[in-house]
């Protein structure tokens, strides 16, 4: 499968939406784990930290992705002061967006003509995005979303942790279960913000 039909197939399940977490959670929250990797310090976070939340980030990924065809895709923001070279190892190249993402990221995008939209098809093997975890773990790259179009499922990482999409409630359990040191400890799916779009997805299988 090529970017384009991956990025079709995106299209398709997110109803148009750019793959941007927190911006799912109000759109697809049928759908939405959220995974905790906040520190309980105020220190700046170490190396070994950003390795252990690197870590973390592979191993739901894998948990989720292993052996399947996944789109990586990242919106850098200011490709001046993020880094891109690790996407571009792996073969990432610059797409338009879709008009339906301008229209939703809306002011979101400080500075939307410098705002870069990459992506790249591989097939997941653990440590496959080494690097780029690094990168989020340290905030110094754009949104990432990993979506893998045969089963809808999608992984969005942050600094503190990942937004995740299963489609399936058994599937949805069971990661659920894997992960539960790492799951929120109070409040429902989509509680933390206020809700940033009209129409909740309902979950298809």
């Known amino acids: ?3 384009h039909e ?3 197939a995106w299209q398709s399940q997110y109803s148009g939406q750019p793959p941007v977490g927190f911006m799912l959670r109000f759109t697809h929250e049928s ?3 959220r995974i905790h990797y906040l520190r309980d310090s105020d220190k700046p976070a170490s190396d070994e930290d950003d390795r252990l939340t690197a870590s973390r980030f592979d191993a739901v990924a894998s948990a989720l992705f292993t052996g399947t065809t996944v789109l990586v895709l990242a919106i850098h923001l200011d490709p001046r002061h993020e880094d891109t070279a690790d996407l571009q190892a792996l073969g990432a190249s610059e797409v338009t967006p ?3 993402w301008i229209e939703t990221l809306g002011g979101y995008l400080p500075a939307p003509s410098r705002a870069k939209f990459v992506a790249t098809t591989l097939t997941w093997q653990r440590g496959s995005l080494d690097r780029v975890w690094m990168a989020v ?3 110094l790259i754009g949104r990432i979303a990993i979506f893998c179009p045969a089963t809808g ?3 969005c990482p942050y600094g503190g942790g990942a937004d ?3 489609w399936g409630s058994e599937r949805r359990s069971k990661l659920g279960d894997r992960f539960r040191d790492a799951m929120p400890h109070a409040g429902g799916a989509g509680s933390v913000e206020p809700r940033l779009a009209r129409g909740v997805a309902m979950e298809r299988g």
């Open 31 to 33: 759908v939405w784990t």
């Open 6 to 8: 991956a990025l079709d």
């Open 137 to 139: 773990a340290r905030d």
């Open 164 to 166: 995740v999409f299963v």
């Open 153 to 155: 499922d999608a992984f």
């Open 1 to 3: 499968m090529n970017v």
């Open 98 to 100: 879709p008009p339906s």
